[in-house]
């Protein structure tokens, strides 16, 4: 068996720890005598499970009390819609900070139920940076703030959540636990499984209490987060076996000691990535150094060509999916949780060798 590293945007690698254990309870959990893919999720072991894995996301998080966690389907793109169905109800109107191709179709999601308030936008320089945010422009009545925290297809990240004075809403997809992040800070904040959590198919929602009722009634049942916070996300069937590797991923994180040092390795691995790149004379990094994320590393050589062969020869290495996204051309390295510092140093000294050979 030849493990690739994987640096694909997402689904992307799980830590191999997990995928073992995983694999050793296949067929039978515990001592249940089946796997969980198969298990009632109204059963006692399969509460433990989704219980455990809430707790563990709580503790690992420091999500407060007053904040509810639903394990939900649909993916990031769902949320899209779901929030302002369910928030977008007191003036109609949000403000939203356009910093990615993300934080766009959340904007326009939101226009098709109320008014979505683009307030500050990136998309001249192709999203290579965060702007700034004039206060002057915001509605002090705006439903809720939306960002999106760490956007994967350009490689930029928040510094700091914006000093707002409404309701703030990040999708946090592609660096959730990546980095320490104050969730009391935020109204609602969701995150697809398949960068940081663990599989597709799961959805997290991490939602303060006090919004939790705001959407009409006539909302689709499904679509509605009381719905959810009701049941303990068991209105229906949940994602099961998503939810029982995220709560493996999140034992994982827990055991090498948390946000704080997974933060850690996440600036070592990527301090060697962009120290690369600055130092290069083939590659470079395509956005500005402040706004550099911690998990998705965008570069080129300035050739087609060149990043073609690149990607090819890189693939014939175990290095995978480097292929930038089809709208900023290039390369891209997602870097997430689950990349060891090993993969990144393979990366790095492949990419000195190549430019020796067509640099
Ligand atoms: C991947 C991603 C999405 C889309 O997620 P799906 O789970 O495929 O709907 C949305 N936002 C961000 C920031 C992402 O990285």
Known sequence: MARVYNFSA??????????????????????????????????????????????????????????????????????????????????????????????????????????????????????????????????????????????????????APPEVSVPLVADISSCILSEPMDVSKFALLYAGAQ?????????????????????????????????????????????????????LVLQWLKELGGVPAIYERNREKAALLYDFLDQSRLFRGTVRREFRSLMNVPFVTGSEELDKKFVAEAKAAGLVNLKGHRTVGGMRASIYNAMPLEGVRKLVDFMAAFEKENG
Request: include cysteine.
């Open 10 to 159: 997402g689904p992307s690698m799980l830590p191999e720890p997990v995928l073992r254990q995983a694999a050793g309870e296949m067929l039978e959990y515990s001592s249940s005598g089946q796997s969980v893919m198969e298990m009632s999720h109204r059963s006692r072991e399969y509460m433990d499970i989704i219980e455990g894995c809430e707790a563990l996301l709580r503790e690992v998080m420091g999500i407060p009390e007053n904040y509810k966690v639903l394990f939900l389907q649909g993916g990031a793109a769902t949320q899209f819609g779901m929030v302002p169905l369910n928030l977008l109800t007191g003036s109609g109107s949000a403000d939203f900070m356009v910093t990615g191709q993300w934080a766009k179709k959340a904007a326009k999601e939101a226009a098709k139920l109320g008014k979505a308030n683009v307030v500050a936008s990136s998309e001249d320089e192709t999203f290579s940076y965060i702007p700034g945010l004039d206060p002057a422009k915001c509605d002090p009545n705006a439903d809720y703030f939306h960002i999106c925290y760490n956007n994967t297809i350009y490689g930029t990240r928040f510094l």
């Open 195 to 247: 960068k940081n959590l663990g599989p597709a198919g799961v959805t997290v929602v991490i939602i303060r209490e006090d919004l939790i009722g705001r959407a009409p009634a006539n909302i689709p049942t499904m679509m509605g987060y009381k719905t959810h916070a009701d049941n303990g996300s068991m209105y229906n069937t949940p994602p099961t076996y998503s939810i029982y590797i995220v709560g």
